[in-house]
């Protein structure tokens, strides 16, 4: 069974652009998160997206954006962006909406690099 | 509020000697506790997590975690080290119907030849 995919790699932009960043969840999966990995602030919560739906999102600015496709796979956009987006991006996949005690499954991350 | 607290960020181990992680947790609820690990430029891998039941928890890779209620802690443990093992190690809690988990700070282990 394929685990949770996330493109691209690797994504270098400027400051003031957007970046655009992809996942798609384990099959069957319909919860969607993601979380920011930046250096000295460790793994903060972002976003969860659940049948198409922004459900929470955690203390970040508007410019951090979402969304779900009916596919359930799913997209973060960060618009005007700063030199302190620069971090890895993680999105995380779970079977069931709202069990708390299902396991989020992670994929390998997104490096956005600000210059 | 639910928190996380790991206890040291950086742990030395010889090659098989006792690998001990700790983690403390904050929660006004029972918790649900998850290890996770983290290789170098990779995403997060669970080790194991506690929902209810059984206190002890094996999970892979020879790991396991005992959930102590009176002690808030959640503390990992690998009875012999393995070379394969450094990597970085992250506790996490749930926030009951928040789809969020609060991470601890993260222990690196070195494991030493």
């Known amino acids: 069974e394929a685990g949770v995919t996330q493109s691209p790699t690797h994504l270098i932009k400027t400051r003031g652009q957007q970046a655009t960043l992809r996942c798609s969840p384990i099959?069957?999966?319909?919860?969607v998160y993601w979380y920011q990995q930046a250096l000295g602030l460790g793994l903060q919560f972002l976003l969860w997206y659940d049948e198409g739906e922004e459900r929470n999102r955690g203390n970040f600015p508007p410019r951090f954006s979402g969304r779900q496709f009916p596919n359930y796979s799913s997209e973060l956009n960060v618009n005007a962006l700063e030199l302190e987006d620069s971090a890895l991006y993680l999105c995380a996949s779970s079977p069931r909406t709202g069990v708390s005690q299902d396991t989020q499954y992670f994929g390998p991350g997104t490096r956005l690099t600000v210059l | 509020a639910q928190s996380v607290t790991q206890l040291g960020s950086h742990v030395s181990v010889s090659e098989g000697a006792l690998v001990l992680l700790r983690c403390n947790y904050s929660?006004?609820?029972?918790?649900?506790l998850f290890w996770y690990v983290q290789y170098p430029n990779q995403g997060l891998q669970l080790l194991l997590k506690y929902t209810t039941g059984a206190t002890l928890v094996k999970g892979i890779n020879g790991f396991e975690a005992e959930f102590k209620k009176s002690e808030t802690s959640f503390h990992l443990t690998k009875p012999s080290a393995h070379m394969s093992d450094a990597a970085e190690y992250f506790c996490a809690v749930t926030v009951s119907n928040t789809g969020k988990l609060i991470f601890g700070q993260g222990t690196t282990l070195q494991v030493k030849p």
């Open positions: 099959s069957g999966h319909t919860s």
């Open positions: 929660s006004s609820v029972p918790p649900y």
